[in-house]
């Protein structure tokens, strides 16, 4: 018999693995926008760092890795660096979903846009360093806050549809293990 634990674990990663398809199938979609076009939010950030404050096992390292790269070759970033700002950004978030489940939602939220932020200045530094051509401040600043407002809209909607809601201190799972 398969474990109904390993089994739920498994089921999140593939609707992980389909929700970062179908974001990058409606990105890469030529709806006919003009180029300078306001940015939309990252979902798959917003998603990953939901999830990732709610139910640490649900979000796989390697397989937000790999996401995140492929989001950098299709939409031509400098390959590995904001996959690699977004593993530390995830593993950081990760180190810290305990404590932030006594917070109030307003102090996760702000927690969460703080880490948007040193990821956006640590990418631009970095990309500044190099000399590598970058979108302008104001573009990355709108992608930031257009990713930071849409981030209670995404933690309602995985709350609600697909159950992914804070573990309360000391909730049991089937077996009596402490999650």
Do not use: K
Not at 42 to 51: N, R
Not at 165 to 177: A, L, M, S
């Amino acid at each position: 018999m398969i474990n109904p634990i390993i089994a739920r674990r498994v089921l999140f990663w593939g609707i992980l693995l389909a929700l970062s398809a179908g974001i990058i199938f409606i990105r890469i979609l030529p709806l006919g926008m003009p180029d300078g076009r306001w940015p939309g939010p990252d979902w798959t950030l917003a998603i990953a760092f939901a999830w990732v404050l709610r139910r640490p096992n649900y979000i796989p390292v390697l397989l937000f890795a790999a996401i995140l790269l492929l989001n950098d070759i299709l939409f031509l970033r400098a390959p590995g660096l904001w996959t690699g700002l977004g593993v530390i950004a995830l593993e950081f978030l990760r180190a810290r979903a305990r404590f932030s489940r006594e917070l109030p939602f307003v102090f996760e939220w702000a927690m969460v846009a703080g880490v948007l932020l040193v990821m956006m200045l640590a990418n631009r530094i970095i990309l500044g360093v190099f000399i590598v051509t970058q979108n302008s401040f104001a573009m990355d600043s709108l992608l930031l806050m257009a990713t930071v407002f849409v981030y209670p809209f995404v933690v309602m909607i995985s709350a609600l549809t697909l159950g992914v809601r804070q573990v309360i201190p000391g909730e049991v799972d089937q077996f009596g293990h402490r999650i």
